[in-house]
């Protein structure tokens, strides 16, 4: 608890009366942290703190990577800006020694500065000072970490991108023949054979640069650190990174498994309108931004662009590609769903050369001021329509039916209205799809009539379902038709269920294997659902560890 003559050293309380300091003391908080320990994290609430003993580092993520950018040693304080600004935390503050520290909450500061106007002049002026330092990190000149060359509609240039973004790398793009190349690009320009290449901010070049060589280069974990996990998480999405969050908060040693990137389906989600806790909606990008940061704060262990490939359920190993096992005393699948392919004639050559399925945020620029097309009637499709309506000149959504109502909500059917370049092209069908290097032209069916008309294309986006991969899994773990996953009661009718005891709710046929998410067989597929299984398959994780045996 913190005492009187605990605030009488700190100089912003220099002039407060013995009283004040009494009345402070039985308002404060008396914050322990030991080493590595969060005081408060970048986008709290404000609060004014101040360092008593040990050292505490100020960081920031700047580009997705946490950077130093401060210290506080004893009587220094912390919060100053939020308190006197009322904006949230710009930093977050972590003690790097065991450290103590007093907080002071808004209410309490306020009661404060009225009693004793010269603390409130001291930490207005701190602020003030600390404002024009934080204008210099915000309005540095951004550098990116990657430099990509390539062609536009090049696929593994795409790829290359969509897995920068999703991993929160800052990057650039430049085409081959762009002027600006040689002025950025460090000696010979990349040859055609060698593209996609990709140059880094420390200067090291990778050319026909593949995904796992990225991430390695750049820093991201593909490799376990360990060889035995209380929980091996197969999947990054909104599912598993909720069960990484949760794991590794309560203390089990956790790994995911991402073949691509965190994310997951989520990521491509231009704005997701019903999680909890988002007014006016968010991002999938920065759901998953968020969640990645929690879960990797939290000591989850996450490794990318790596795919689980076998799972031994008797022994409970897991084997990612390139043949390394893992040791799991339970396993969690969260591997969600893959688009449907579209059987149409033009669509595999054109795959990637500006015919997509499904579309990240990252495909908006290079839709600029083009006319595009988008399949499906879902809210992906509405939900990706309204937001390549900002920056294409045209979005036309091809529906086979007759209404949007029967698939997607009012609230974006409303919303699509209300966008002037958007066009909703009912009884259609994208049947063919033309484009030499790249996508140039489709053709278009009315069902009702047959008739069939050509019209310029740039970009094909597809929507239309997606189902399970899950062939992949042993015949242990029981799927439906469909290939999504049973559990709890479904695993226990299944009559492949081996114990006495029945399966816990999200269990499936093999006892310590759990699924969630959409790879369940379950016929909620949502982020709220995916990410509460994930929370809920750590709790039967609990419970079977806590077994005899297990
Ligand atoms: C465009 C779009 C818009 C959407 N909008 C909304 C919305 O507004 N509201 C809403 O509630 N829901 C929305 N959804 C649905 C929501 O995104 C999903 O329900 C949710 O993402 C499911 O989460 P998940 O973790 O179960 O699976 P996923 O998000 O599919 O994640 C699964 C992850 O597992 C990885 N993976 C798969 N197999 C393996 C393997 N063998 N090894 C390693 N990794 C593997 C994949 O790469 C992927 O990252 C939308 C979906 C899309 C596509």
Redesign the pocket.
């Known amino acids: 608890m913190i005492s009187p003559d605990d605030l009488r050293s700190l100089p912003f309380l220099a002039s407060a009366s013995p009283e004040d300091l009494v009345r402070l003391a039985q308002s404060a908080g008396d914050v322990q942290l030991v080493t590595g320990e969060y005081a408060v994290h970048e986008g709290h609430e404000r609060a004014l703190f101040a360092v008593l003993s040990g050292r505490i580092e100020v960081t920031k993520l700047i580009d997705g990577i946490e950077r130093k950018i401060g210290e506080r040693k004893p009587g220094q304080i912390f919060g100053e800006v939020p308190i006197t600004f009322g904006t949230p935390f710009q930093g977050s503050y972590r003690a790097t020694e065991p450290t103590r520290v007093l907080q002071i909450s808004a209410r309490a500061f306020h009661a404060l500065a009225a009693a004793v106007p010269t603390a409130l002049t001291f930490v207005a002026a701190l602020a003030s000072e600390r404002i024009g330092g934080l204008r210099g990190i915000a309005t540095a000149q951004p550098v990116a970490r990657a430099l990509m060359v390539g062609h536009r509609w090049d696929e593994r240039l795409r790829e290359l991108r969509t897995f920068l973004n999703r991993n929160q790398i800052s990057n650039d793009w430049l085409a081959p023949d762009a002027p600006e190349l040689a002025q950025h690009w460090t000696g010979p320009a990349p040859a055609e054979a060698e593209l996609p290449a990709l140059q880094c901010d420390d200067g090291t070049q990778l050319r026909r640069a593949g995904i796992r060589d990225v991430a390695d280069k750049l820093g991201l974990q593909t490799r376990p650190h360990g060889a035995e996990y209380d929980t091996v998480i197969?999947?990054?999405?909104?599912?598993?990174l909720a069960a990484a969050v949760y794991g590794s908060s309560e203390g089990l040693r956790t790994l995911v498994?991402?073949?691509?990137a965190p994310?997951?389906?989520?990521e491509?989600?231009s704005r997701?309108?019903?999680?909890l806790g988002f007014p006016t909606g968010v991002s999938?990008e920065e759901l998953a931004r968020r969640a990645l940061q929690q879960a990797r704060r939290l000591g989850a262990e996450i490794i990318v662009t790596?795919?689980?490939a076998r799972i031994d359920p008797a022994r409970r190993l897991v084997e990612l590609d390139g043949g390394q096992t893992l040791r799991a005393r339970t396993i969690i699948l969260?591997?969600?769903?893959s688009w449907r392919r579209l059987a149409t004639e033009g669509f595999e050559r054109l795959l990637g050369k500006g015919v997509f399925y499904?579309a990240s945020r990252s495909e908006a620029g290079s839709t600029q001021g083009q006319d595009i097309h988008l399949i499906g009637a879902g809210?992906?499709a509405g939900?990706?329509a309204m937001y390549f309506a900002n920056h294409a000149r045209s979005v036309t959504l091809v529906v086979r039916g007759d209404s949007l109502a029967k698939s997607m909500s009012q609230y974006l059917i409303d919303q699509l209205r209300s966008k002037p370049n958007i066009r909703v092209e009912l009884h259609s069908e994208v049947v063919a799809l033309h484009g030499d290097r790249q996508l140039a032209a489709l053709d278009l069916a009315h069902r009702p009539s047959g008739a069939v008309r050509r019209v310029d294309s740039a970009g094909v986006f597809v929507?239309i379902g997606a189902d399970a991969?899950t062939g992949?899994l042993p015949d242990a773990i029981v799927r439906d038709a469909r290939g999504y996953v049973h559990t709890g009661e479904a695993a226990a009718k299944s009559g492949h269920w081996p114990l006495a005891r029945d399966p816990y709710l999200l269990e499936t046929t093999v006892p310590g294997v759990f699924a969630c998410?959409?790879?369940r067989a379950s016929p909620i597929?949502?982020?709220?659902t995916?990410v509460g299984e994930g929370s809920m398959a750590v709790a039967f994780v609990h419970q079977f560890l806590a077994q005899p045996g297990a």
């Open positions: 197969v999947g990054g999405g909104p599912a598993g498994i991402e073949r691509e994310g997951g389906q989520a491509t989600s997701i309108e019903n999680y999938g790596r795919q689980a969260a591997t969600g769903v499904g809210n992906s939900q990706a929507f991969e992949w998410g959409d790879v597929k949502r982020v709220a995916a």
